[in-house]
Antibody
Framework: QVQLVQSGAEVRKPGSSVKVSCKTS????????LNWVRQAPGQGLEWMGG????????NYAQSFQGRVTITADESSDTVYMELSSLRSEDTAVYYC???????????WGQGTLVSVSS | DIQMTQSPSSLSASVGDRVTITCRAS??????LNWYQQKPGKAPKLLIH???TLQSGVPSRFSGSGSGTEFTLTISSLQPEDFGSYYC??????????FGQGTKLEIK
């Protein structure tokens, strides 16, 4: 059974960075895409970027370019998302999700709440 | 980027009603369109991929149709457990996925 388990809630001050992890199990880690999607309070879903671990290169949404870094550690089947220069508008739930190319995001993590406040 | 536009942004319907949600893409995406359901406080759940293919375990009252730039999600007979938000997503460009803004479905 495929599972994606994310790290716990984080509180950060404006201008700082946060790194969220997503540990996968039950599947072939390297060959699927792993993506990060965020959802601000009361808002919709926003794709941030993704990576296929066996390829290693990440792709990012335009709105996050330069602020987000997605990496994968094949030794621990874990994907990371680091967001820098945090501002209050980055307060959101961040989800990791597995993609199978064009067939959608079939497995999701439980979500990680990141709160940014001074 | 491919822009996805959903309508309506919210709707209220009664149990047993037929409900339709529309999603439009800013360019042709063939049939690379997925639908998700999200309940409050939960992660989204993939309902339909490739415009019309139901994920395993999804009730048959859900169906999807369309190709090119216009797509629909239909619930043939609304059930109480179908409340929540629904999102479309294009997967034509797998280097830059995009979601629609969502439709909030309430049960009258």
């Amino acid at each position: 059974q495929v599972q994606l388990v994310q790290s716990g809630a984080e509180v950060r001050k404006p201008g700082s960075s946060v790194k969220v992890s997503c540990k996968t199990s039950g599947g072939t880690f390297g060959s699927y895409g792993l993506n990060w999607v965020r959802q601000a309070p009361g808002q919709g879903l926003e794709w941030m970027g993704g990576i296929i671990p066996v390829i290693g290169t990440a792709n990012y949404a335009q709105s996050f370019q330069g602020r987000v870094t997605i990496t994968a550690d094949e030794s621990s089947d874990t994907v990371y998302m680091e967001l820098s220069s945090l501002r209050s508008e980055d307060t959101a739930v961040y989800y990791c999700a597995r993609s199978t190319g064009p067939l959608g995001f079939d497995y999701w993590g439980q979500g990680t709440l990141v709160s940014v406040s001074s | 980027d491919i822009q996805m536009t959903q309508s309506p942004s919210s709707l209220s319907a009664s149990v047993g009603d037929r409900v339709t949600i529309t999603c439009r893409a800013s360019q042709s995406i063939s049939s690379f369109l997925n639908w998700y359901q999200q309940k409050p406080g939960k992660a989204p759940k993939l309902l339909i991929h490739a415009a019309s293919t139901l994920q395993s375990g999804v009730p048959s009252r859900f169906s999807g149709s369309g190709s090119g730039t216009e797509f629909t999600l239909t619930i043939s007979s609304l059930q109480p457990e179908d409340f929540g938000s629904y999102y479309c997503q294009q997967s034509y460009d797998t280097l830059m996925y995009t979601f629609g803004q969502g439709t909030k479905l309430e049960i009258k």
